[in-house]
């Protein structure tokens, strides 16, 4: 039997169109902090390869699928969240803007 079950990014982008200024300045907190640890970690250093917010981490080649792991593992601990298996999709990560939805999506 196959169970389809609505992906939380569809969930995340409709709760997006909902944010307030507050909102928005900590989206751009994390979105911040997350790309500081990619330059940092799967970059060198280097942000030569500047990406916008909405470029995909794999398709681009900035981070790998273990760099996704080393990506969540992250934010688990710095925003003090756990991802269930079920978040494990692309749509949640694969992205500053995925990454940052879902972080508020998390906390809010």
Do not use: C, W
Request: proline share 2%; net charge negative; glycine share 2%.
């Amino acid at each position: 039997m196959i169970i389809h079950m609505k992906a939380p990014y569809v969930e995340i982008k409709k709760r997006m169109k909902k944010m307030n200024q507050t909102d928005y300045l900590n989206i751009n907190k994390i979105k911040l902090k997350i790309r500081q640890f990619i330059i940092e970690n799967f970059l060198f250093g280097s942000d030569e390869n500047n990406f916008n917010d909405n470029d995909s981490f794999l398709e681009i080649s900035i981070i790998d699928s273990t760099g996704i792991f080393e990506l969540i593992e992250f934010i688990e601990v710095n925003y003090r969240i756990k991802a269930k298996d079920d978040e494990l999709i692309p749509e949640n990560f694969d992205s500053l803007d995925n990454v940052s939805a879902y972080i508020m999506e998390k906390i809010g």
